[in-house]
């Protein structure tokens, strides 16, 4: 039988865990062939592909972001192929199996809950020509015109026995985000989330996890995205991981994990300080400071300890954060929302991702729906339009300050302009994205696509149409900006002063000692015509530096011209490294 393992990704550059599992665990069965594809192609084509590799069975891993493509790509398969059999399994389908063997009759068979022994099992008897499913826990199938749940198959106590997802880790995976888990299951109980649904956690070995660490090191991915629901909920099991991919140091890779901040003791953050800058990434989910809130959601968290964490690694400089929020939770209505915001602002992370929340099947919240009158539409994604805590209005201008925060605060190109607005202008960093977000759409900027330059440019005409005092300072951070996160070419908008260094003053000004070893040590022995083109050297009307030090406010002694070197390297958190050189520049003038 030709057997094929499908899914639809929702980007190009990521790459299925699920389906690699159930190959593992199958192969020795039979062949099997594993397509992915992503939800931006075409559904026919999609089709196409499948039915061209004349598949006796074909098996989708099926989330939300690809149910409603999964479906109709089936519905095709079975048009024109009916002996085909079609089995779907994963989250999407794990909690309303019968319904979709009612609804959707061109669907053979479901696996649903953890699927690696389920699959085997009801692909040998696939292979075996067997009829008779009744013995193979964790599927739905038809019999007799009926629809049959068999029972839960229980969870797989050794999950080392279950093969290694990445045992043959081909070309394909490079430069690609893979997901890797190296547990099963969380410690915790939150009511908007699947994991909630599973009692406690189960490990795979280290020896199991650093073997298959290793191999996606040398296959040059791009990203491992550790799919672990709290991955330092055993301190030991992390840090022997981390301390394992510190030893290996790969370059042009870093490792994403979901921890939870507040575990995190002081063993750890000494730790994790000596980490390559890059290399890690951190997810911590705050999802609301609203203590009310966070008990309704079976939510352990002490964000006061949780944000002197964060804060504390902010200043290591060398691990991205990223803090998620989730609007729509019980008791979170807008004003409450609002200070979750700033609370999480205030720490400074990297990203904030403003989520809404989903009612996922099977989660806590879904089935308390009614408790908290929400209005959702039922197909996925599930998400909440609105409830008795918060209008389908309010969503819809969150939904807007969400779009504005990721294009302006969370790649970090707007920061000291960002600071400066709203330290000087605005009580709270939620009041001054609500004010943009009226003049953003009140200019229809939210139906457009936007270059970064264009983010520049509006961001500027934001600052001059509210008639702000000191529109220079205003132009110098934008200008400083600019500088240290793209390339010296300052587009016109932007008011520069004419008196600029020139190519033969920076020619000397390089080849200055004291200048190469106290910046440009890194430089040292090179030409100066190569160093030319790693630095800028721009002059500014005020002490920019020394303002941005002392949390922009400005006194006298900053109103002196300044020449500033930026030294442009290529790290994950540090894009540019800055300099006072005017004594440089004066001494040779």
Same mark, same amino acid.
């Given at each position: 039988?030709?057997?094929i393992i499908?899914?639809?990704?929702?980007?190009?550059?990521?790459?299925?865990?699920?389906?690699? $599992?159930?190959?593992?665990?199958?192969?020795?069965?039979?062949?099997?062939?594993?397509?992915e594809?992503?939800?931006?192609?075409?559904?026919?084509?999609?089709?196409?592909?499948?039915?061209?590799?004349n598949?006796?069975?074909?098996?989708?891993?099926t989330?939300?972001w690809?149910?409603?493509?999964?479906?109709?790509?089936?519905?095709?398969l079975?048009?024109?192929k009916?002996?085909i %059999?079609?089995? =779907?399994?994963?989250?999407?389908?794990?909690? +309303?199996?019968?319904?979709?063997?009612r609804?959707?009759p061109?669907? +053979?068979?479901?696996?649903y809950?953890?699927g690696e %022994?389920?699959f085997?099992?009801?692909?040998k008897?696939l292979?075996d020509r067997?009829?008779?499913?009744?013995?193979i826990?964790?599927?739905?199938?038809?019999e +007799?015109?009926?629809?049959?749940?068999?029972?839960?198959?229980p969870?797989?106590?050794?999950?080392d026995?279950?093969?290694?997802?990445?045992?043959?880790?081909d070309g394909?995976?490079?430069?690609?985000?893979v997901?890797?888990?190296?547990?099963?299951?969380?410690p915790?109980?939150?009511?908007?989330?699947?994991?909630?649904t599973?009692?406690?956690?189960?490990?795979?070995?280290?020896?199991?996890v650093?073997?298959?660490l290793?191999?996606?090191?040398?296959?040059?991915?791009?990203?491992v995205k550790?799919?672990?629901?709290?991955?330092?909920?055993?301190? #030991?099991?992390?840090?022997?991981?981390?301390d394992?991919?510190?030893?290996k140091d790969?370059?042009d890779?870093n490792?994403?994990?979901?921890?939870?901040?507040? &575990?995190?003791?002081?063993?750890m953050?000494?730790f994790?300080k000596?980490a390559?800058?890059?290399? /890690?990434?951190?997810?911590?989910?705050?999802?609301?400071?609203?203590? %009310?809130?966070?008990?309704?959601?079976?939510?352990?968290?002490?964000?006061?300890k949780?944000?002197?964490?964060?804060?504390?690694?902010?200043?290591?400089?060398?691990i991205?954060?990223? &803090?998620?929020?989730?609007?729509?939770l019980?008791?979170?209505g807008y004003?409450?929302?609002?200070k979750?915001?700033?609370d999480?602002?205030?720490?400074?992370p990297?990203?904030?991702?403003?989520?809404?929340?989903? =009612?996922?099947k099977?989660?806590?919240l879904?089935?308390d729906?009614?408790?908290?009158?929400?209005?959702f &539409?039922?197909?996925?994604?599930?998400?909440?339009?609105e409830?008795k805590?918060i209008t389908?209005?309010e969503?819809?201008k969150?939904?807007?300050i969400?779009?504005?925060v990721e294009?302006?605060?969370?790649?970090g190109?707007?920061?000291?302009?960002?600071?400066?607005l709203?330290?000087?202008?605005?009580?709270?960093?939620?009041? /001054?994205f609500?004010?943009?977000?009226? $003049?953003?759409?009140?200019?229809?900027y939210?139906?457009?696509?936007h270059?970064?330059n264009n983010l520049y440019?509006?961001?500027?005409?934001?600052?001059?149409?509210?008639k702000?005092?000191?529109?220079?300072?205003?132009?110098? &951070?934008?200008?400083?900006?600019?500088?240290?996160?793209?390339?010296?070419?300052?587009?016109?908008?932007?008011?520069?002063?004419q008196?600029q260094?020139t190519?033969?003053?920076?020619?000397?000004?390089l080849k200055?000692e004291?200048?190469?070893?106290g910046?440009?040590?890194?430089?040292?022995g %090179?030409p100066t #015509?190569e160093?030319?083109?790693?630095?800028h050297?721009?002059?500014?009307?005020?002490?920019?530096?020394?303002?941005?030090? #002392?949390?922009?406010?400005y006194?006298?002694?900053?109103?002196r011209?300044?020449y500033?070197l930026?030294d442009?390297?290529?790290?994950?958190l540090?894009?540019?490294k800055?300099y006072?050189?005017?004594?440089?520049v004066?001494?040779?003038?």
């Amino acid at each position: 039988m030709n057997i094929i393992i499908t899914t639809l990704n929702s980007k190009y550059i990521h790459s299925a865990l699920a389906i690699r $599992y159930l190959e593992s665990y199958t192969v020795d069965l039979a062949p099997i062939e594993l397509l992915e594809f992503t939800v931006n192609q075409n559904i026919d084509f999609i089709a196409g592909e499948i039915y061209k590799k004349n598949p006796d069975i074909v098996a989708f891993s099926t989330y939300i972001w690809n149910r409603n493509e999964t479906l109709k790509i089936c519905y095709i398969l079975k048009m024109v192929k009916p002996e085909i %059999k079609i089995i =779907l399994g994963g989250p999407e389908v794990s909690f +309303d199996g019968v319904d979709i063997l009612r609804d959707y009759p061109f669907i +053979d068979f479901i696996v649903y809950g953890e699927g690696e %022994k389920t699959f085997r099992e009801l692909i040998k008897a696939l292979l075996d020509r067997k009829d008779d499913y009744s013995r193979i826990d964790g599927i739905i199938f038809r019999e +007799d015109g009926k629809i049959i749940q068999n029972p839960t198959r229980p969870l797989i106590d050794n999950l080392d026995s279950i093969p290694s997802p990445y045992m043959n880790v081909d070309g394909s995976l490079r430069n690609k985000i893979v997901y890797y888990e190296s547990s099963r299951g969380c410690p915790f109980n939150c009511q908007f989330c699947l994991s909630s649904t599973i009692k406690g956690v189960r490990y795979f070995s280290l020896d199991r996890v650093k073997e298959d660490l290793e191999k996606l090191i040398r296959a040059q991915v791009k990203q491992v995205k550790f799919v672990d629901r709290t991955f330092n909920a055993n301190k #030991k099991f992390a840090m022997e991981i981390m301390d394992f991919i510190m030893k290996k140091d790969p370059r042009d890779i870093n490792f994403h994990f979901e921890v939870t901040a507040h &575990l995190l003791d002081r063993d750890m953050l000494e730790f994790i300080k000596k980490a390559r800058e890059g290399l /890690f990434q951190f997810e911590i989910g705050v999802q609301s400071t609203n203590p %009310k809130t966070i008990e309704a959601v079976g939510r352990i968290t002490d964000f006061e300890k949780l944000s002197r964490i964060c804060k504390e690694i902010k200043r290591n400089n060398n691990i991205h954060q990223h &803090l998620d929020l989730i609007a729509g939770l019980p008791y979170e209505g807008y004003e409450s929302f609002k200070k979750s915001f700033n609370d999480v602002y205030n720490i400074k992370p990297e990203k904030i991702q403003l989520g809404f929340l989903k =009612l996922l099947k099977g989660s806590g919240l879904r089935r308390d729906k009614d408790k908290y009158n929400y209005k959702f &539409l039922d197909e996925p994604p599930y998400e909440v339009l609105e409830s008795k805590y918060i209008t389908y209005k309010e969503m819809l201008k969150l939904k807007g300050i969400e779009d504005l925060v990721e294009k302006y605060y969370n790649e970090g190109y707007f920061i000291n302009s960002l600071e400066y607005l709203i330290e000087n202008n605005y009580k709270t960093a939620f009041d /001054f994205f609500e004010d943009f977000l009226y $003049y953003w759409e009140g200019r229809r900027y939210h139906s457009l696509s936007h270059s970064r330059n264009n983010l520049y440019k509006i961001l500027l005409e934001f600052y001059k149409d509210k008639k702000y005092d000191n529109l220079v300072i205003f132009n110098e &951070l934008i200008k400083y900006d600019y500088l240290v996160n793209n390339s010296p070419n300052i587009p016109d908008f932007i008011n520069r002063d004419q008196i600029q260094i020139t190519q033969g003053e920076k020619h000397r000004v390089l080849k200055d000692e004291r200048l190469l070893n106290g910046y440009l040590i890194r430089y040292r022995g %090179k030409p100066t #015509k190569e160093i030319v083109k790693r630095i800028h050297i721009e002059r500014f009307e005020i002490d920019i530096l020394k303002f941005i030090e #002392k949390d922009y406010k400005y006194s006298d002694y900053m109103d002196r011209e300044t020449y500033i070197l930026f030294d442009y390297h290529e790290g994950q958190l540090i894009r540019c490294k800055t300099y006072d050189i005017t004594r440089y520049v004066e001494r040779e003038g």
